[in-house]
């Protein structure tokens, strides 16, 4: 038996091919597309990228979407950790064949402001992605912490996908937004119809 406010993930094999499949595809492609371009770093630096925001996108979905089910939970977590290895590819391709592992050099390429970001929203998410894993605690501050923490990269991938760059992610970015609103719609409207109904059950107790 469990402690209460502990809670684990029973995660089957299908619901870790649903997220390793596509994971696997996705890396791979994008990996072996950068071999047909003049700089494999830079070019393997930005399919990384469109990985991440395409594997991240089903993570928030899961996150927001109401429901507590086993494979909801199970699908958020393996998407959110999948998408954060993903990212992490990314961030090293970046750091040693973009900014050739120097400081200096990524502080100018990305300024200040944007350097001090992506150091956050680097930590932050793997702070997420390890209490996920190894901390099952189901206390009032982690639900802080996620909530805070999905919201703050919903809306970094938002800014970099849709507003600060331009190409083919502009159409990933349009696919994460649409896709995260229309899961965030469902949220309000069953939160809305289960006060209605709520508000129902009272009136009809009341009556009785």
């Not at 996150?63 to 958020?76: Q, Y």
């Not at 938002?158 to 990933?172: E, R």
């Not at 289960?194 to 009785?208: G, K, N, P, S, V």
Request: hydrophobic share 55%; with cysteine; glycine share 8%.
């Amino acid at each position: 038996m469990k402690p209460a406010g502990l809670r684990s993930y029973n995660i089957t094999l299908g619901d870790f091919s649903m997220a390793f499949v596509p994971f696997g595809i996705l890396l791979g492609a994008a990996l072996l597309a950068a071999e047909a371009t003049m700089d494999l770093g830079f070019y393997r630096t930005v399919y990384t990228i469109w990985v991440t925001a395409a594997l991240v996108t089903p993570a928030l979905c899961a996150f927001v979407l109401p429901g507590d089910s086993d494979r909801k939970r199970n699908a958020w977590l393996l998407f959110w950790t999948f998408s954060f290895v993903a990212y992490l590819v990314h961030v090293g391709y970046a750091v040693f064949a973009v900014y050739h592992g120097s400081a200096q050099e990524f502080l100018k390429g990305q300024g200040i402001f944007a350097a001090i970001n992506n150091g956050i929203f680097t930590v932050w998410w793997a702070l997420d992605v390890g209490l996920a894993w190894f901390y099952h605690s189901d206390a009032r501050w982690v639900r802080i912490e996620r909530v805070a923490g999905h919201v703050y990269s919903g809306l970094t991938f938002f800014l970099s996908t849709v507003i600060l760059k331009h190409g083919f992610i502009n159409v990933i970015g349009a696919l994460f937004t649409a896709s995260v609103l229309i899961c965030l719609m469902v949220r309000v409207d069953a939160k809305r119809r289960l006060a209605t109904a709520a508000d129902t059950a009272a009136a009809i107790a009341f009556l009785a």
